[in-house]
């Protein structure tokens, strides 16, 4: 079976607009989260969200493509040009029937979908943009991606809630395995923060309603959590075939070995109490990697500060790891990031393999009083440093689509 390693990785978050800078706000336990700018938000129950900050198109790309495109793509072009950077992968140098993009989202344009509906009561049919169709689709970020890159390879955007950045790096690494591919763009993006939005998570009762405190709304595995903070931005690797990999001399930060999904086949909003499905996704994963669940060093949670779904989680982890659940460590980068729905998962994955690269665990901040239910070790006050060789990262979405994705330090 081929091996498939990543080679690059690029983020745009609230914590920063470049992979670097995201990592190093984690590390240090800082919060994305502030109040709410990009619309008024006085009259809404809750009023602060996780806002990419300062954000400037990347130089490489047409500002004229790109004033058509919605937010969400712009935020994966970045990602995107970082990741291949980091690679240093000149996409004009390698085989372009390869080379793929499997890159999703969870809601797609719906900022231009909100503009537009905006433009038609104001001034009519004929004033609704020709280009709206192509650029709010879901898969709008993974035809600009190719079309940036020339890539000619596999292409598609796999839509699974917040689960969307996990099983499109999932299905990207099984596409490099059956070798349909030697390198895969791969990713998700989001640009959720909009008033409809908004409004329906906050009547779902799903946010963290701390608006006086922000950066201590979210509380991951904490008795006093009330829910998650709405986030945006986008997460990128890239995906390459080992041999593939060395010929060219490609920098190597780990290797994917294992992925999973699974869905609860329960409610479109309320995930299964009991962590039966995440376990199944969990399980998979380390079915594909020829891994045990002792064999895991530490978990990137899924970890959104709601009631139900940190204790859920933690079901799903001591069912699959037993015993060794308790040995493990487990952290939450939603504490800080908020959820960054579609692009959630991607860039989850990158902290994850970056841990493993570092031998270094994030803090779950905000985690001051645990629940006595959620007993695992969330790594709570600071970072710290460890050695990892295998880590997973967990996702688990609305519509109870789960994905677990494993990856363990490269070795020759």
Same mark, same amino acid.
């Given at each position: 079976?081929? $091996? ?7 983020? @745009?978050?609230?914590?920063? !607009? ?24 006085? &009259? ?6 996780? &806002?990419?900050? +300062? ?11 790109? /004033? ?16 291949? #950077? #980091? ?10 029937? $390869?080379?793929?993009?499997? =890159? ?23 004033? @609704?943009?020709? *280009? ?16 940036? *890159? ?8 796999? @839509?699974?809630?917040?689960? *969307? ?7 990207? =690494?099984?596409?490099? /395995? ?15 923060? @909009? ?5 329906? =998570?906050? +009547? ?14 979210? %509380? ?19 995906? &390459? ?19 999973? !999904? ?17 376990? /199944?996704?969990? %399980? ?17 949670? #899924? ?7 940190? %204790? ?18 487990? +952290?939450?980068? %939603? ?30 901040? !905000? ?17 710290? *440093?460890?050695?990892? &060789?295998?880590?997973?990262? !967990? ?6 689509? +789960? ?10």
């Amino acid at each position: 079976m081929r $091996r498939v390693v990543i080679t690059g990785v690029g983020a @745009v978050t609230p914590l920063g !607009n470049d992979m670097q800078t995201t990592w190093q706000a984690l590390c240090a336990g800082q919060s994305g989260v502030r109040p709410i700018t990009r619309f008024d938000a006085s &009259e809404y129950g809750v009023r602060i969200a996780g &806002e990419v900050q +300062n954000f400037a198109l990347h130089a490489a790309v047409d500002p004229r493509e790109a /004033r058509r495109s919605s937010l969400y793509v712009r935020y994966a072009l970045n990602a995107v040009i970082e990741a291949l #950077h #980091h690679a240093q992968l000149d996409t004009t140098q390698v085989d372009r029937e $390869r080379l793929g993009v499997i =890159f999703g989202t969870g809601a797609g344009g719906i900022d231009l979908i909100g503009e537009n509906i905006a433009i038609l009561a104001e001034k009519g049919p004929r004033r @609704v943009a020709p *280009t709206l169709i192509a650029n709010m689709i879901d898969d709008a970020a993974s035809g600009y991606i190719a079309i940036h *890159t020339g890539a000619l390879g596999p292409n598609m955007a796999v @839509v699974a809630a917040c689960s *969307t950045g996990g099983h499109n790096i999932g299905e990207a =690494f099984e596409t490099i /395995r059956r070798d349909d591919a030697d390198i895969i763009i791969a990713g998700g993006a989001e640009a959720p923060i @909009v008033p409809v939005v908004m409004a329906a =998570f906050t +009547n779902m009762r799903g946010l963290a309603g701390d608006n006086e405190n922000p950066a201590a709304a979210c %509380k991951p595995f904490d008795v006093r959590r009330d829910g998650f903070v709405l986030s945006e931005g986008a997460g990128a690797v890239i995906l &390459e075939e080992l041999e593939h990999a060395l010929r060219r001399g490609a920098p190597i930060l780990a290797e994917v070995v294992g992925y999973g !999904n699974s869905n609860d086949a329960k409610d479109m909003i309320a995930a299964g109490d009991d962590g039966a499905g995440p376990a /199944r996704a969990m %399980k998979m994963a380390l079915r594909k990697a020829g891994l045990q669940g002792s064999d895991l060093d530490y978990i990137n949670a #899924h970890g959104t500060g709601t009631p139900l779904n940190d %204790k859920a989680e933690t079901l799903a982890i001591k069912t699959v790891c037993g015993d060794h659940a308790h040995t493990l460590v487990v +952290n939450s980068s %939603k504490s800080m990031l908020g959820h960054m729905m579609g692009a959630a998962g991607a860039v989850e994955l990158i902290v994850a393999a970056l841990s493993v690269h570092h031998g270094v665990v994030h803090p779950t901040i !905000n985690l001051e009083q645990p629940d006595p239910l959620c007993d695992l070790d969330y790594v709570a006050g600071s970072a710290r *440093t460890l050695p990892i &060789e295998v880590a997973l990262s !967990n996702s688990i979405g609305l519509g109870g689509h +789960n994905s677990a994705v494993i990856v363990k330090r490269y070795r020759a």
